[in-house]
């Protein structure tokens, strides 16, 4: 152990969380899509935050390049080490204990490792419910989450993770520890600093603990997929179901056909309820706890559904949809999501795709799908564009796919596609980042689009809590 902040963990803590054999490294060192693969002297795995404090009071005094990572199922390469082998990648994994779970008080506090689902399995035994909801839900960490701001599928009704913390415990990068996991709801106690390190991608500290709040778990839902052939529809019925439902509308998310046939094609052994000749189709779910939602008519039907089955026949009646299936129980609501969060992995399989993760104002979201599109197009004609994604906040991963036959040159047309996507977002002034946060892809892309005043406050906020650079280099700030 040649490395002289290796010998120094290995004396003051444990060799026993030291990682440095080459096979065992591998999972750290490469992202789920596999565009980014680094180099680490080793992986440390502590399993308490006093260890996170000593390992960085260690890194401060040796220099050593420390980049935290919790689940490894981030888009952007920000938990990666870079090429030069000198990074020691910081796994939160194994601080996956729950500090306390208050359902009188609607919180919860765990370790940073804690993985999502499990945070969602715990609260749901209590009738409770942890909003935050995304594909990657069985692998990714609540400091991960928190230190990418993640979005997914609930964002329209609860917020992104910002909204769902209530304080945190941070590491920093000299070792001390910034203890703030309080439970309260309300706390006006000058500059709230979470909210610097929430989305900080692992660039100004070290998340090692999070207090989370929580609402009441929905006792009934209403889900449905509809087909509609424009995009515009889309966005007139969300806003049609927000009023009709009284803001009950959990998840609302667009998927082009071509996207759904891909689907089909890589998972063949999936539930297929719609297969439309073209257009979109809609991933509709309206959830409620109160009791009177709960109400069943002579039927045996809940209100939701009522509410659910007479948005569908209007919007039918009005061509704004030519088909729609209705969830009848657990097992096809379950079904009909299984095919939305096979999306990212089915584009992964297909081809090599150009990927993006914009966001528009929810007004002009269709304009902006239409003029993407013809740029696209223009550059490669049979390219299948798969913009999907959560249409309630304005988002799409308007991604594209090699046409079906194969295209010799996909490689170098690659980029020019995507300056044709950025080219459409700027005309639109939207953000080329909605939820999966800058990380090492889009840093130079930051530099340019980014106001420079606020760039530069950035830049001071990093040099504030990072003074010697070893938190993530490289990662947002350049
Ligand atoms: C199939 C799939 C679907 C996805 N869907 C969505 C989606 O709908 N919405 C969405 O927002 N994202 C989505 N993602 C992206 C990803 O799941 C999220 O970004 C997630 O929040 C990352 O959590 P993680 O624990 O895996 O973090 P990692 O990938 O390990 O790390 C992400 C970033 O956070 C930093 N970090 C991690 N842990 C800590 C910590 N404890 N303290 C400080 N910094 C830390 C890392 O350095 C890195 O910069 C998806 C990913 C996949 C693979």
Redesign the pocket.
């Known amino acids: 152990m040649a490395n002289e902040f290796l010998k120094k963990v290995n004396a003051q803590i444990n060799g026993a969380i030291i990682i440095s054999d080459e096979k065992l490294m591998e999972p750290y060192l490469i992202d789920?899509r596999e565009n980014f693969r680094g180099r680490a002297r080793a992986i440390l795995t502590p399993t308490d935050t006093q260890m996170v404090s000593t390992i960085m009071r260690i890194a401060d005094e040796e220099k050593q390049i420390i980049?935290?990572?919790?689940?490894?199922?981030?888009?952007v390469g920000?938990?990666i080490p870079d090429q030069t082998g000198e990074s020691i990648v910081l796994s939160?994994k194994k601080m996956n204990s729950i500090i306390d779970f208050s359902p009188k008080n609607r919180t919860i506090t765990v370790q940073?490792?804690c993985i999502l689902q499990h945070i969602h399995d715990v609260v749901e035994n209590e009738n409770l419910y942890f909003p935050l909801s995304?594909?990657?839900k069985g692998?990714?960490?609540i400091?991960?989450?928190?230190?990418?701001n993640?979005?997914?599928?609930n964002v329209l009704r609860y917020g992104s993770m910002r909204e769902q913390c209530l304080g945190l415990e941070i590491v920093l990068a000299d070792g001390t520890i910034l203890n703030e996991l309080m439970p309260l709801l309300k706390n006006n106690t000058g500059y709230d600093l979470k909210n610097l390190f929430i989305g900080s991608?692992?660039t100004l500290?070290?998340?090692?603990g999070a207090c989370l709040k929580l609402v009441s778990k929905p006792s009934t839902r209403a889900t449905s997929i509809a087909v509609t052939d424009k995009f515009e529809h889309a966005l007139v019925l969300l806003d049609r179901l927000q009023h009709h439902s009284g803001d009950q509308v959990e998840s609302f998310e667009i998927m082009p056909k071509t996207l759904l046939d891909i689907i089909y094609k890589q998972f063949p052994d999936i539930s297929q309820p719609i297969k439309p000749e073209t257009g979109f189709i809609l991933f509709i779910e309206i959830s409620s706890s109160k009791f009177d939602d709960l109400r069943s008519n002579k039927i045996g039907q809940s209100s939701l559904q009522n509410i659910m089955e007479y948005f569908l026949e209007t919007a039918l009646n009005d061509n704004l949809i030519s088909n729609a299936v209705v969830a009848s129980n657990a097992k096809q609501r379950e079904a009909f999501w299984t095919i939305r969060e096979n999306a990212?992995?089915a584009t992964k399989r297909e081809s090599w795709p150009v990927n993006t993760d914009i966001s528009v104002r929810r007004d002009k979201l269709a304009q902006f799908y239409y003029h993407a599109s013809v740029e696209v197009a223009k550059i490669c004609k049979n390219s299948r564009i798969c913009g999907y994604g959560h249409i309630g906040d304005g988002n799409l991963h308007f991604n594209v796919v090699e046409s079906e036959d194969g295209d010799p040159n996909w490689k170098d047309k690659r980029q020019s596609i995507l300056t044709a996507i950025y080219s459409s977002l700027e005309e639109f002034g939207g953000s080329i980042s909605a939820?999966?946060?800058i990380?090492q892809l889009k840093t130079d892309q930051l530099i340019e689009t980014k106001n420079p005043t606020y760039y530069r406050m950035m830049t001071l906020i990093k040099n504030n809590f990072d003074p010697k650079n070893i938190l993530?280099p490289n990662?947002i700030i350049k």
């Open positions: 789920w980049v935290p990572q919790g689940g490894n199922t981030g888009l920000g938990g939160l940073a490792g995304l594909a990657a692998s990714c960490t400091g991960g989450n928190l230190a990418t993640a979005g997914g599928l991608e692992g500290g070290i998340i090692t990212p992995l939820e999966h946060g990380g993530n990662r």
